[in-house]
């Protein structure tokens, strides 16, 4: 049966094209060369692979660019790398040996510069530590860590002996925690005391030493001494850092290891209770990173990068640690929160760095607009060139704020659509050619080959709203979820055949750019028309008391589903006037079909600690039913109990 397009009302018409000057100095500077390398790739992939590949070190030349069909591909096979050879020891051989590589400030303004040949001996010295701990290659480590260079540390030395790190966000819980490390059997947990967030302490270790009881395989614990808070150490379990790296000798050979070893486990939240642990390896994933970072960020020798999601999040992964550092970049890392001391952090941390590329999330963007433009203007911005964004579809009004306020209507905005499944950017502006439209990711990138299609497969014309597939391998792409192909195949091959699916929905508008609407379970069907949930919060942000909106359907007897729209707003407390007038801002906006039926005020939404709202919840309270949801993500877990009481 062929399932009905998903409804596109949200209409766009504002273009903005790069100014001169950026497009002469980007690495990838013109339409015709952008048109080229993309046709190339699509027509010769293991051409075009091949020839990316020479960016690489390698030890030992691969024999075959690609193997086998979605969804069991192997890339460079036969080729020997080691991707922490190629963030740092390249990097030694001329002037970046004394290049900062991280430029870090901790929460309460304590600072540190790495530079790169800092961070290789760094990475040396722990990869010694680990080998001493009996950690071999292939087994698992868990990182469990605050936003500190120790963490970017232990990463590289792990791929540089070929074990396998599985990152949890700090913020999970002692039970997320045990479960993760169950899921890879994990033998080292590296941690902290605690780390800062709101001038508060997190205590890590304490989480580590719960979890423990409940994960066997868990062998040793390595603990950095961050907050100097109290922790119990288990005598010949539990190790200092420092007292560990002490000894330990500088030089650590980087093992040679086959282009497919795996580099990570990454656990993201499943529709199902169970988290899926994402796994990426070697070559694959060091070569999309360390290209997509180049031409989307239009990364230069001389540029200041910042990047602020968490490590804990894909986001972190590719472009905090591999992507830039495998360009010999300058990366700026911050432990905190954005509104710490104050609503200026953010900009102060611009400012004083010069940092020249943002790259940030719609979440905090909303954040920040709520804030107010007092804040970024106390500071001097002119530093920046590029801005970007991930993690969600940004508003139009969200994109056009940062396009003002923070970018001064000089810098170009890349709105970049990717997954952790992706492991690098996938569709998005190259900053030096692409005329922006606010709200769309725009154009797949070389080596991309993205299709709009109905749920029997079928490719769609413009506007035509639907499934967002693959329909060519990529190097970077997930190989499986960690201990159960099965799932994998289920989850991302089974949907539309022969392609990844991504689970989200979009449309391709008539210049082919790429609109995301949001996951296809966050469309909803109302009186047999399917809408986008993302185009009606769209709309109500775009009204000026709203701060951010979360819409969701909920069962209604005469239209299927109902529109439900959870609302947060800038200032004050709502009443039942500006209910009415959004619900009359949203008809007038999209139209009769998509007039709310419900709105609510909230003081916050439920959010992941990647910032993402979890739409799944408030579908849930929308319907009044107890929810059965993993909530092992979410960033707030008061912020349910607010909401289910704000009911009445
Ligand atoms: C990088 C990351 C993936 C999901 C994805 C989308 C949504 C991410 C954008 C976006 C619209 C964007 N990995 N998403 N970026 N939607 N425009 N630029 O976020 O695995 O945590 O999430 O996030 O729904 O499927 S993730």
């Known amino acids: 049966m062929t399932q009905p397009a998903i409804h596109s009302s949200l209409k766009e018409s504002r273009t903005f094209a790069p100014p001169a000057t950026f497009s002469a100095n980007a690495h990838i500077s013109t339409q015709s060369q952008y048109e080229q390398m993309w046709q190339q790739a699509k027509d010769d992939p293991a051409g075009f692979w091949g020839q990316m590949a020479q960016n690489l070190d390698w030890f030992r030349r691969f024999d075959t660019v690609m193997e086998g069909q979605m969804p069991n591909v192997k890339w460079f096979t036969g080729g020997k790398i080691n991707v922490s050879y190629n963030c740092l020891d390249r990097h030694l051989k001329g002037a970046r040996k004394n290049k900062a590589a991280i430029i870090w400030e901790g929460e309460p303004g304590d600072t540190r510069v790495l530079r790169y040949q800092d961070l290789h001996r760094e990475v040396c010295k722990f990869a010694n530590v680990l080998k001493k701990l009996g950690v071999q290659t292939g087994d698992r480590v868990t990182l469990y860590m605050p936003m500190i260079p120790e963490l970017t540390i232990a990463m590289l030395a792990c791929s540089r002996i070929g074990a396998v790190h599985s990152i949890i966000f700090g913020g999970f819980s002692a039970d997320a925690v045990a479960d993760r490390n169950n899921d890879a059997q994990a033998k080292v947990v590296v941690t902290a005391d605690g780390g800062w967030r709101r001038g508060k ?42 007292d560990l790296m002490e000894g330990a000798s500088t030089d650590c050979d980087p093992v040679q290891l086959d282009s497919e070893h795996p580099l990570f486990i990454l656990y993201t939240s499943g529709s199902t209770g169970k988290p899926k642990g994402v796994l990426h390896t070697s070559a694959g994933y060091l070569l999309g990173t360390a290209l997509t970072t180049k031409w989307v960020f239009d990364l230069k020798e001389d540029d200041t990068y910042w990047c602020t999601a968490d490590i804990g999040w894909i986001t972190g992964h590719s472009y905090i640690c591999y992507g830039p550092l495998a360009n010999g970049a300058t990366v700026v890392m911050y432990e905190g929160a954005p509104n710490w001391p104050d609503e200026g952090r953010f900009w102060e941390i611009i400012e004083k760095y010069r940092v020249s590329i943002f790259y940030t999330a719609p979440t905090a963007i909303r954040a920040f607009i709520k804030w107010g433009n007092e804040w970024p203007e106390k500071h001097d911005l002119s530093s920046l060139r590029l801005l970007g964004s991930v993690g969600e579809p940004i508003n139009p009004e969200a994109w056009m704020w940062y396009h003002r306020v923070i970018g001064q209507e000089r810098c170009p905005i890349v709105d970049t659509w990717w997954q952790t499944e992706t492991g690098g950017i996938m569709i998005s502006p190259l900053p030096g050619v692409t005329s922006t439209k606010p709200g769309s990711c725009c154009r797949p990138l070389p080596g991309v080959v993205p299709d709009i299609v109905s749920r029997d497969g079928k490719s769609l014309g413009p506007n035509e709203g639907g499934l967002l597939v693959m329909r060519q391998p990529w190097p970077h792409m997930l190989r499986t979820l960690y201990g159960d192909h099965e799932r994998f195949v289920k989850t991302y091959f089974s949907e539309v055949e022969g392609c990844y699916f991504a689970g989200d929905g979009a449309r391709r508008d008539e210049d082919g750019y790429v609109w995301v609407m949001g996951r296809v379970d966050d469309v909803i069907n109302v009186s047999g028309h399917r809408l986008s949930t993302m185009e009606v919060e769209s709309s109500l942000v775009s009204h000026p008391s709203v701060a951010e909106a979360a819409v969701v359907g909920f069962p209604h007897e005469i239209k299927g589903e109902g529109i439900c729209c959870f609302v947060t707003l800038k200032t004050g407390e709502g009443d039942e006037s500006l209910k009415k007038e959004l619900i009359q801002h949203v008809r007038h906006h999209i139209g009769a079909l998509a007039q709310p039926d419900q709105v609510r005020f909230a003081a916050s939404l439920p959010k992941t600690r990647s910032g993402k709202i979890m739409r799944r919840l408030l579908r849930d309270i929308a319907a009044g039913r107890e929810s059965t949801q993993d909530t092992t993500t979410l960033e707030d877990l008061n912020v349910l109990a607010r909401l289910r009481a704000d009911e009445e």
């Open 201 to 242: 302490e997190i205590p890590l270790k304490a989480s580590v030493d719960e979890s423990l009881n409940q994960s066997p395989s868990v062998e040793k614990v390595v603990v950095v001494k961050r907050t100097g808070g109290d922790v119990d150490m288990v005598p010949d379990r539990d190790y200092w850092w420092h």
